[in-house]
């Protein structure tokens, strides 16, 4: 997931709201293309390209019990997206936490000229 094709894939996986509630069912645990698609007005078919996009985006996966071929969640790949936004989002922090000094630093300087 460290590449950028990879990274792509994930997060145009992730813009649709479909594919964002279906990855939030998951993280409850697996769950059928039909149990996937209860919530939602539209097609199995739909559901299960929607899946596709999931899997090629290498967010979830597909097991098979007996007849049963459920889609699992890749926790590690949802990590190693978080990892990405958080090593920004760290970085931003800290660029806001030195503009918070340095002005807190200004108001100090301000008040002793008063």
Known sequence: MQDDGALDRAF?????????????????????VNELAEPFAISLQAVSKHISVLEAAGLVWRSREAQRRPVHLDAA???????????????????????????????????KES
């Open 12 to 32: 145009a996986a992730l813009a649709d709201p479909v594919r964002r509630a279906m990855i939030a069912r998951l993280s409850r645990g697996p769950a059928t």
């Open 77 to 111: 790949a949802l990590e190693r997206l978080t990892s990405w936004i958080d090593r920004y989002r760290l970085e931003a922090e800290a660029q806001f936490r030195r503009l918070d000094a340095l002005l807190k630093q200004k108001d100090s300087t301000k008040e």
